[in-house]
């Protein structure tokens, strides 16, 4: 038994602090090792410092950025309430059908009502859709025309001074 060597550490099992393994930690390596200092974005567009100024460096691509994200909100919004309403009509369409097809009296009668909510329901996929389609094209717009702005500013001054 003694002949086979010592097993190592089983996970799961408790460790005395006296027989855990210990590692040797260079101390250079916590010297090499930068440390990135916190940059947080500001609070609001109004309060930034001017783009002159050194220490107003990114303020005007944080405002940007700033104003993209409330539209993309924006932009999303307006989709859940599109798509939320879409969801409405449909559950009312199909309840009026269900109520319809409780009156069918003949086979003519339940292919008439099934062919009115197909056609109803043909013509709302449609129409949803290209209103999604629309609120999306609205939303790639306007979330991306604060970043093409900075964008373009930026390039104007970058060809100025060099």
Known sequence: MDTKGKRGLRPG?????ESAPTLPVEA???EEMP?????????????LPSP????AFGG??????IESQSAVARGLEAM???MAELART???AAARTATQMLAVKTLSDAFEVNAG???GSFDALIGGSAKLSEIGVKLAADASRPIVAQLSTDWVRATRTG
């Open 60 to 65: 005007d691509a944080w405002a940007a950025l």
């Open 117 to 119: 909510f197909v056609r």
């Open 80 to 82: 859940s309430s599109e």
């Open 52 to 55: 002159e100024k050194p220490a």
């Open 13 to 17: 099992l408790p460790v005395d602090a």
């Open 90 to 92: 449909g559950i009312d």
């Open 35 to 47: 440390v990135a200092p916190e940059i947080a974005p500001p609070a609001s567009p109004a309060r």
């Open 28 to 30: 250079t390596m916590a």
